[in-house]
């Protein structure tokens, strides 16, 4: 089974900082997504990439930007944390045709 | 752009019932996909139906698909308490170089 790894479950971060949360795959999917999750708006689309050094913008690419040096490795950037970037991120991956696999999330608080 | 809504919200039944949740989406799809997700958890992916296909089963689990309506259900028979999370439908759609698009999500509280 394809395992997703997010690097940590709750983080408490500091309005300003420059935050980094980190998602590694164990299986050679070319497809890696970042989303953020809300109550009452369900999952939105940050950044996807097909394929290393390759991003593309989901539908709120705004104050985030991403890394993929490595095809296992997608990692989000929060350039300036806000306090409206508190949330619970979500990273997935996809092979060919099939559904997505997801990490257990990291809760990011930003205070 | 949000592109699949589930309806309802939130859903409450007794073990041993069925639960039916829907998925409205607007524009084409390649295929529409299934969701479970325990809270605080990551998505766990349920089942995959493509356009060209109107029904599918997997163990308690029924999808229907109507691509004419845009709408898909999904049927869990026999709910269990275990069986209570969120459900989410998302879109693939028909382009290539997309990602899914997710509803908001329906709440099933299975109690026994």
């Known amino acids: 089974d394809v395992k997703v790894t997010q690097s940590s479950r709750y983080l408490v971060k500091r309005t300003g900082e420059k935050v980094f949360l980190e998602c590694v795959q164990d299986?050679?999917?070319?497809?890696m997504f970042w989303y953020r999750q809300d109550p009452g708006l369900g999952l939105r689309l940050i950044y996807f990439?097909?394929?290393?050094?390759?991003?593309e913008k989901g539908d709120i690419p705004e104050g985030y930007s991403v890394s993929r040096e490595k095809k296992e490795r997608f990692s989000l950037i929060l350039e300036s944390a806000s306090t409206n970037q508190t949330s619970m991120y979500l990273c997935?991956?996809?092979?060919?045709?099939?559904?997505?696999?997801f990490g257990s999330g990291t809760r990011l608080t930003v205070v | 752009s949000q592109q699949g809504e589930e309806d309802p919200q939130a859903l409450s039944i007794q073990e041993g019932e069925n639960a039916t949740m829907n998925c409205s989406y607007k524009?084409?799809?390649?295929?529409l996909q299934w969701y479970r997700q325990n809270s605080g958890r990551g998505l766990v992916h349920l089942i995959l139906?493509?356009?060209?296909?109107r029904e599918k089963h997997s163990g308690r689990l029924r999808v229907t698909l109507d691509t004419s309506k845009k709408s898909s259900s999904l049927l869990i028979t026999a709910s269990r308490a275990a069986d209570t999370a969120s459900y989410f439908c998302a879109t693939d759609a028909q382009q290539a170089g997309t990602a899914l698009i997710f509803g908001k999500g329906t709440t099933l509280s299975v109690s026994s």
């Open positions: 299986m050679d999917h070319e497809n």
């Open positions: 524009t084409s799809i390649n295929n």
């Open positions: 990439s097909y394929d290393v050094k390759m991003k």
């Open positions: 997935a991956t996809k092979a060919g045709v099939h559904g997505y696999t």
């Open positions: 139906i493509r356009s060209n296909e």
